[in-house]
């Protein structure tokens, strides 16, 4: 062979990689896209269908449980049948789904057909990460890899409201579910032709012990949290609920530590560039998921944005998540990790700090503007160097855990988020509210618009459509005036909460991740382990 020829075999070589690359992103935009796009659905959803806050949450929450639950699960299957496999399944598992929740026509329905793609989404976003560290083994164009996988995240979210937005203002709720389809058969055929089968060398048996205890525990704890302002939180059904899910979680650990092939190998965690960017990442996706969660309200309820306004609005938070990732990544290649993981976390705070000031007449661009990119670029900067620091730990065979472990972490964080800072807002919103609500006349709000408007914020739309006597037209907007400033002070405590939480983070990994660059790659990690050399907390 010439050396021109040596050349073209590895310049074809390296274009195919990076076509895969390209495929297994879009698959990953799919599964962000899930996430992103609902949230602008949630105040239609929740106007046509008559839900609470609580209900909402469930609608965002369904499809984050069943994801992180099952995100183990199908790691392990990926490593032991296939990766490609497996992914395709899913992708083709997420286009039935969303035919059905296309379909759907109360409540019920919709969270099921959520918590039904959220499986299969399970399926697809383990395998993309691990495919990704399969395909490239150079560890410059590896880095570069997850670059564009962190990057296609916050692309995701670029263009989750802005669809959304788009997608609502032509037509109903349900087509934020018919766009996945498309979408969904592309990905799966372009999977095949493109990207190469790998599997693991080695595998044991699967642990459905361990599988059906972290499933069971997640699920009870963040059902606790969804409907303690329900309940109450010193109730007997929320304080028994959380006592259930902590037995449970307790009693996963100590079977993952006794048996011998454990879905989670809590080993990993002693190496700390592994455990404490998989604790950034949960962190920084706590707050990620919960102020997404809480903007959707501010944007459509407080400023009465139309779905595709939030959209243009929220354009710079994701614009920020895009940018500031690969930038972060390579970054991290050149002074190390830590430095900049702490500074993702210490930035987000300050714009959490940011947003928990805003108040009913904030201007955008001076206060809340300032805040989303803050944020933002925290967040990019925090999830990049995370992922390549964990996956970096890991040996190749152990590729389809490490990611599921990485994806797990993220989407607990997330889930909690919503859970715990929709909560506090809901809770705080709901006591203010409800005597303030009991004295407001027949004429202006019915019972059942009284319920809507004790449950959220969002009824304020509904609100202003209805016809009233001129005489009530100023009461009318000295309540809404009062359920937006009631709403914000909720989210002030909830902001200050995911604040704290992240500068807590900071510190922790501050003090504890070794500052210096890491000297080994997956690769060597992988031959040390086998060769009975290195240890677990190798740094």
């Given amino acids: 062979m010439t050396i021109l020829e040596a050349r073209t075999v590895v310049a074809g ?28 659905a949630l105040p239609s959803i929740g106007v046509e269908l008559r839900t ?8 965002v929450d369904a499809y984050t449980l069943t994801f992180a639950g099952l995100l183990l699960a199908f790691g392990n299957l990926g490593d032991r049948y296939g990766r490609r496999r497996v992914m395709v399944i899913g992708l083709l598992g ?34 993309t990460l691990a495919l990704v560290i399969n395909i490239f083994t150079d560890v410059r164009e590896r880095a570069l890899a997850i670059a564009a996988w962190t990057a296609m995240a916050g692309f995701a979210i670029a263009i989750g409201p802005m669809a959304g ?3 609502l203002e032509h037509f109903s709720w349900h087509s934020v579910f018919w766009i996945n389809v498309p979408i969904a058969v592309v990905a799966a055929a372009a999977t095949l032709l493109l990207v190469p089968e790998s599997r693991a060398s080695v595998i044991g048996r699967m642990d459905l012990v361990g599988i059906a205890a972290s499933i069971t525990g997640i699920t009870v704890l963040v ?30 650990v100590l079977w993952e530590l006794r048996t011998d092939h454990p879905i989670l190998d809590l080993r990993l965690f002693r190496n700390r560039r592994f455990s404490l960017p998989a ?21 459509q309820g407080v400023r009465e944005y139309t779905p595709f306004e939030f959209g243009v609005a929220s354009l710079p938070f994701a614009v920020s998540v895009a940018v500031g990732a690969p930038v972060a990544t390579l970054l991290a290649q050149r002074i190390g990790t830590t430095p900049v993981i702490v500074f993702g976390l210490l930035l987000t705070g300050v714009g959490l700090y940011l947003g928990g000031q805003v108040a009913v007449d904030s201007s955008y661009l001076t206060d809340v ?34 990611s599921a472990v990485n994806d797990t972490t993220r989407e607990i964080g997330g889930t909690l988020g919503v859970a715990v800072l929709g909560s506090i807002v809901a809770s705080y919103y709901a006591t203010t509210m409800s005597p303030l609500l009991d004295r407001i006349p027949a004429a202006l709000m019915n019972d059942d618009e009284k319920g809507f408007a004790r449950a959220t914020v969002l009824s304020v739309l509904e609100i202003r459509k209805r016809e009233i006597p001129p005489f009530l037209e100023q009461q009318r907007e000295n309540l809404i005036l009062t359920m937006k400033t009631t709403v914000l002070q909720g989210s002030h405590t ?8 992240v500068v807590v983070c900071a510190l922790v990994v501050a003090i504890f991740m070794p500052w210096a660059p890491a000297r080994t790659d997956s690769v060597m990690l992988a031959w040390r382990k086998k060769s009975g050399s290195g240890t677990a907390d190798e740094d």
Wanted: charged share 5%; hydrophobic share 60%.
């Fill in 13 to 40: 070589s390296r274009t195919r990689r990076f076509l895969a690359l390209a495929v297994i992103c879009l698959a990953e935009l799919l599964v962000v896209l899930d996430n992103t796009i609902v949230n602008v």
């Fill in 52 to 59: 609470s806050v609580s209900g909402l949450q469930w609608v």
């Fill in 94 to 127: 997420v286009a039935v789904m969303s035919v059905a929740g296309a379909n759907a026509e109360s409540l019920g329905q919709v969270i099921a057909a959520r918590a039904a793609m959220g499986v299969f989404a399970a399926a697809v976003f383990p395998a």
């Fill in 165 to 167: 937005g788009w997608l």
């Fill in 223 to 252: 059902w606790a949290i969804i409907e303690a302002p329900h309940h109450g939180w010193t109730s007997s059904v929320t304080l028994g609920a959380v006592a259930l899910s902590i037995a449970v979680l307790i009693g996963f």
């Fill in 279 to 299: 604790l950034a990442i949960a962190i920084g996706y706590f707050s990620m998921f919960g102020f997404l969660f809480l903007i959707t309200q501010y944007f």
């Fill in 369 to 402: 503007l300032p805040s989303m990119v803050s944020m933002a670029l925290g967040l990019a900067i925090v999830q990049g160097p995370a992922t390549e620091s964990i996956m970096a730990s890991l040996p190749l065979d152990e590729a389809g855990a490490g």
């Fill in 494 to 501: 909830a902001s200050l909460v995911a604040a704290g939480a």
